[in-house]
């Protein structure tokens, strides 16, 4: 199993960036997927997540009404749009792949990750 994430860079705040989650190695569309972020010295947390099918599509409040998440299952891939970006979605930000849990309440497990991708938002 491998999860490879990308397209993270600087962009100023306001700006948007569309990150990649390339998998391989397993059956990507039989796997809710999620994204986590770490922000420095703090702990991680998750940003959004999505169903097998894509169908359904969960945020946190933080960065609802501004992060999409979607998927490709023909090309084995996860993305996350970012847009109106603040200085407070600075972060490392990986995929993972969702081995057991429940939306809601939200309580996952996970048992792959990817190396993550940094996003730093700032002027």
């Known amino acids: 199993v491998q999860l490879v994430e990308s397209g993270g860079g600087m962009v100023q705040p306001g700006g948007s960036l569309r990150l990649s989650c390339a998998a391989s190695?397993?059956?990507?569309?039989?796997?809710?997927m999620s994204w986590v972020r770490q922000a420095p010295g703090k702990g991680p947390e998750w940003v959004s997540g999505i169903n097998t099918g894509g169908g359904s599509t969960y945020y946190a409040d933080s960065v609802k009404g501004r992060f999409t998440i979607s998927r490709d299952n023909a090309k084995n891939t996860l993305y996350l749009q970012l847009n109106s970006l603040k200085p407070e979605d600075t972060a490392l930000y990986y995929c993972?792949?969702?081995?057991?849990?429940?939306?809601?309440?939200?309580?996952?497990?996970?048992?792959?990750w990817g190396q993550g991708t940094q996003v730093t938002v700032s002027s």
């Open positions: 190695g397993f059956t990507f569309s039989s796997y809710d």
């Open positions: 993972a792949r969702v081995s057991r849990g429940t939306w809601y309440p939200l309580d996952l497990r996970y048992d792959y």
